[in-house]
Nanobody
C-alpha cells in the first residue's frame, strides 16, 4: 500500500514559481513511476508530467514543456514538480499518481491534490 500526500500549492502571480511535493509512504515507492496531473474547474483532468522509477526518464505535456520540471528523491520517498513562468491557465488542483509502469496510463495510487492558483 502506498499513500500519497501533495503539498506546496498556493497563490502566486503570473510569471512566478512554485514547487509541489508529493510524499509517499511505504517501502515500495522507488518501484513506481510517478506522474503529475491537474484538473481545472469545469475541465477534465489532464496529464502534466511523468518520471520513471529511477528518475532517468521524464515526459511532459506540451503545455508545460520548458516551464515545469519533474524530479524525485527516492531516499526521501518524494517526487517534485518545479513550476516556473506560471500562467493563469495553470490554475488547477494538482495530483500525483503512482504507476507500476512508466507512461502506462494505469495508476495504482492517487493523492488528494493541492490547489495552485495563478493570478494575472
Amino acid at each position: 500500500q502506498v499513500q500519497l500526500v501533495e503539498s506546496g500549492g498556493g497563490l502566486v502571480q503570473a510569471g512566478g514559481s512554485l514547487r509541489l511535493s508529493c510524499a509517499a509512504s511505504g517501502r515500495t515507492f522507488n518501484s513506481y513511476a510517478m506522474d503529475w496531473f491537474r484538473q481545472a474547474p469545469g475541465k477534465e483532468r489532464e496529464f502534466v508530467a511523468a518520471i520513471s522509477w529511477g528518475g532517468g526518464n521524464t515526459y511532459y505535456a506540451d503545455s508545460v514543456q520548458g516551464r515545469f520540471t519533474i524530479s524525485r528523491d527516492n531516499a526521501k520517498n518524494t517526487v517534485y514538480l518545479q513550476m516556473n513562468s506560471l500562467k493563469p491557465e495553470d490554475t488547477a488542483v494538482y495530483y500525483c499518481a503512482a504507476a507500476r509502469t512508466y507512461r502506462s496510463g494505469e495508476y495504482d495510487y492517487w493523492g488528494q491534490g493541492t490547489q495552485v492558483t495563478v493570478s494575472s
